[in-house]
């Protein structure tokens, strides 16, 4: 690992600070912004109606996303990056429409996912991104396929008709 070194004094990995940096950056921001964020993604009619900017708020969210994907492509590589950035938030949007129970729904699969995939790859001494990325797929599949309600398939089969 690339160390932290400040005077001498080792700090740790360079990795856990720029993440570190990037939990706390994106927490701020999703706390400071969440009402904005909420409107301007979900109902732009309305936003546009209370004279507020979605493309302000999607601009914001586009550099932040930015950012945080170039510190963690650093990190632990474009494999890890793109199956954690589409597969949590899409296998929490099967479990429900709450934009804050997906939020928790999605880091409580990220974090598992990765926890389960690291654990596998350890113990068979395969590619860690390799199976970090394919167990947040296997756990999509595996709640796309058990869907309460078949929500997915609902909407699928109204689409039709």
């Excluded at 999607?58 to 494999?79: E, H």
């Amino acid at each position: 690992f690339n160390r932290l070194v400040l005077q001498g004094f080792d700090c740790g990995p360079v990795a856990l600070w720029s993440m570190g940096c990037m939990v706390v950056l994106n927490s701020l921001f999703v706390y400071l912004f969440f009402k904005e964020l909420v409107v301007a993604i979900f109902d732009e009619k309305f936003a546009y109606g209370i004279r507020f900017s979605p493309q302000l708020v999607y601009y914001m969210l586009m550099f932040i996303t930015s950012i945080t994907a170039v510190c963690a492509f650093d990190v632990v590589g474009s494999i890890v990056v793109v199956a954690l950035m589409i597969a949590p938030p899409a296998t929490a949007y099967i479990f429900t429409r709450h934009i804050r129970r997906m939020i928790v729904f999605s880091l409580m699969i990220s974090i598992g996912t990765s926890l389960m995939g690291y654990l596998i790859a350890y113990l068979s001494d395969i590619s860690i991104a390799g199976s970090i990325a394919t167990m947040s797929g296997i756990v999509f599949v595996v709640a796309l396929a058990f869907a309460p309600n078949r929500v997915v398939m609902n909407h699928a089969h109204e689409n039709l008709h």
